[in-house]
């Protein structure tokens, strides 16, 4: 693990060098998701700061083993409503807030534990049908419903590109929610602060980086595949 982390790095500075960006501009979160927790400890041993888990159950249990690391912890998968309490409770930035209802109740959970929450907006630039996130067409009102939340701070933009190895789509996608981020970076948004563009996973992120992404979620290239 510990090699092929330093493998993920090494690409990682090369495609940020292509693009004349430090590499300490892109920040690495390591996707966990099935990896037991003596496996996640190897990884912060081995300087992994960051770390994303889809489920909330897997991920509760981990963070709790492992409340004395000083990692940030992510939560990239969809989020159902009824477990909002406890991804507010539980993560330090949830990238994956797809609908006004489900923003509008890690706000009740957000006010209920005293406490401000720190998210990304998913959009689903691709179109594709079984992707979740907002329909592009609708970021005004999107933006301006979302903005009145207080105790939810926006922090960026997300989303999942196609699982596919056609560079011109996954280019198209990648570029597209650039797009959507300095629109929005325009506008004067009450809780915006506009700062990270989530996407690129272990298939694409070379694209990603090149297309401005500077948070990056990867597993497989790191943990191996999944079984």
Known sequence: ?????????????????????????????????????????????TGV?????????????KINRLATANVDWHFIGHLQSNKAK?????FDLIHSVDSISL??????????QERKIE????????????????DPKNIENICEK????PKIRVNGLMTIAPFTSNTKILTECFSNLRKLFQKISTWQLKNFNL?????????????????????????????????
Do not use: H, W
């Not at 994303?52 to 249990?61: H, L, P, S, T």
């Not at 298939?203 to 999944?226: H, V």
């Open 1 to 45: 693990m510990k090699d092929r982390l330093e493998q993920v790095k090494a690409r990682i500075k090369k495609a940020a060098d292509a693009c004349q960006r430090p590499l300490d501009s892109i920040r690495l979160i390591a996707v966990t998701k099935t990896m037991p927790a003596e496996v996640v400890k190897e990884a912060i041993a």
């Open 119 to 134: 998210v990304l907006l998913q959009f689903n630039v691709s179109g594709e049908e079984s992707k979740f996130g907002f």
């Open 146 to 149: 979302i903005s009145g939340l």
């Open 103 to 112: 923003a509008e109740q890690l706000l009740k959970e957000a006010e209920k």
């Open 195 to 227: 700062k990270y563009l989530s996407m690129g996973m272990s298939n694409d992120y070379k694209i990603a980086i090149a297309e401005g992404s500077n948070m990056l979620r990867i597993g497989t290239a790191i943990f191996g595949p999944r079984i």
């Open 49 to 61: 700061t960051d770390l994303g888990e889809n489920y909330i159950q897997e991920a509760r249990e």
């Open 86 to 90: 406890y991804a507010v409770r539980l």
